[in-house]
């Protein structure tokens, strides 16, 4: 239960809005005069970072289902 908790913390905290940028983007960026640019750049960034989440998540996931499938029949033959 514990660890459900975390991890829908972790979730959800990955889900928060986030302005990320290197220092040289934010130098060039702040100049402007319009911020049209600097939320298109955080928005790439945003888009760039979704991906190895999910593929992390992805694989994680396969991993959790097969380690409980195996589990699953572990216990089930252990009670015969």
Known sequence: ????IILS????GGLLKSNAQCAMCRAVLESEESQSAAEGIN?????LMIVPYLLVGTIGYFVYKTY??????????DSM
């Open 1 to 4: 239960m514990k660890q459900k």
């Open 43 to 47: 928005d790439g960034i945003l888009f």
């Open 9 to 12: 913390f972790l979730f959800l």
């Open 68 to 77: 409980s499938k195996s589990k699953k029949t572990k216990n089930t033959e």
